[in-house]
């Protein structure tokens, strides 16, 4: 529902196609949790919230998703999270504040965008670009350029609540797309980005490294990998917003895998946006295992 193409939603199901197609025993012997999907919303008027697109849909996904996370994940389990599109993420690491109330939870966000957008500020009205902000609870109202309806102001704010008592410190990593309204909230709010080319010039042990130091005082790390980080002409451009000049598949595997290693706290794992619909062959869905079965052996 928080994208602006039509396809994500069957990004899971194109994930275990490939799986499956390999006869992998990757979803063997797992407790497997899914969630129905809230596509009807997509049938519906989209004028009242046309800054905060399907919003009301959202509401009521991040509630069922909220339960699942409080009923089927102790604070000691380890989970890994496939979704449609980044909107989910949301409500996850939401649900996971409530889980770990009164810790410091790192966020490493593995994407070309850096999601930062509200319905005050957003110019496509889609909520994949916006669960950052609502996290950080950070609608940027300096910088508005839209007037939402009071209805989505509502629901908006009813996503943004969280333990008052929850820290998150974030770190991004592969961003290469963003707006002026998103640059203000990184440089006021002082989160680092890690670009392709610095990576590339520091080397993967640097940067882990780094990136460890800077998650010291975090007890628990959630790692959010959007499929658009990866370089659409050596991957695929399977997925809803492509952006050229991304990692590669190697790169991106060897720096959250490191993370992994370095920091012995990293208990979540998100993979999201893959499109089959824009894809050839279900290549992103292939890649995107290739990597899973990776950050499985280290998680």
């Known amino acids: ?14 994930l275990f196609s490939c799986i499956r197609a390999q006869s992998s025993p990757f979803l063997a012997n797992r407790e497997i949790h899914s969630l129905k999907n809230f596509n009807a ?46 909107s989910n993420a949301l409500s996850i690491i939401q649900g996971l504040r409530h889980i770990h109330p009164h810790q410091k939870i790192g966020i490493l966000w593995v994407d070309a965008h850096a999601d930062l957008h509200s319905p005050f500020t957003t110019p496509s009205g889609n909520m994949h670009g916006m669960p950052l902000a609502a996290i950080l609870n950070a609608p940027n109202i300096e910088l508005r350029t839209n007037n939402p309806s009071p209805q989505t102001k509502e629901i908006w704010q009813s996503l943004c ?12 990593a592969g961003l290469r797309d963003t707006e002026k309204e998103e640059d203000h909230i990184i440089d006021q709010l002082n989160i680092p980005v890690l670009k392709v080319e610095e990576l590339r010039e520091k080397g993967v042990d640097n940067t882990v490294d780094q990136i460890g130091r800077y998650f010291n005082d975090c007890e628990v790390i959630y790692i959010s990998f959007d499929v658009d980080s990866l370089d659409p002409d050596m991957v695929s451009y399977g997925t809803g917003t492509p952006v050229k000049n991304g990692f590669s598949p190697k790169e991106v595997t060897e720096l959250m895998c490191g993370i992994i290693k370095v920091t012995q706290k990293v208990q979540y794992f998100e993979c999201t946006e893959i499109n089959p619909l824009l894809d050839t062959k279900n290549k992103m869905a292939q890649t995107a295992f290739q990597i899973l079965q990776q950050i499985d052996k280290v998680l």
């Open 1 to 14: 529902m928080g994208a602006g193409t039509r396809g994500a939603s069957l990004g899971v199901q194109g």
């Open 41 to 86: 919303y997509l049938d519906k008027d989209t004028r009242t919230h046309s800054f905060a697109k399907h919003v009301e849909g959202i509401k009521e996904r991040d509630v069922a998703i909220k339960a699942l996370i409080q009923n089927n994940i102790p604070q000691n389990k380890k989970a890994m999270f496939l979704t449609g599109d980044h």
């Open 161 to 172: 609540k969280a333990p008052e008592s929850s820290q998150i410190k974030l770190y991004f």
